[in-house]
């Protein structure tokens, strides 16, 4: 649930504004986490929530970085038309 009222405080903040783009909200998600660690020493619920928050980044870049190292080493990568593969193995006209 505060990863909700998060998201929305964010939108709703960027769009106050006046950055109601991508970058923007962005933006302002870092900085109401950054005031939700620093209130987090005071608060022990907002503590978690951004300890929560800093596991999930994580694991989103661990998975991100996983899947793009698994595509960089697969076969079917140079597939394309230009590749060695194809101009060895694909008849010609």
């Known amino acids: 649930m505060l990863f909700v009222i998060h998201l929305l405080a964010s939108a709703g903040l960027a769009w106050s504004l006046g950055a109601g783009h991508l970058g923007g909200g962005l933006l302002a998600f870092a900085l109401l986490y950054l005031i939700a660690r620093l209130l987090g020493l005071a608060v022990q619920r ?4 951004a300890r929560s928050l800093e596991h999930g980044v994580s694991f989103c870049l661990w998975f991100i970085a996983q899947v793009f190292s698994r595509l960089t080493t697969s076969p079917f990568w140079s597939l394309h038309a230009g590749s060695t593969w194809s101009r060895q193995c694909l008849p010609t006209r």
């Open 46 to 49: 907002l503590g978690r929530y």
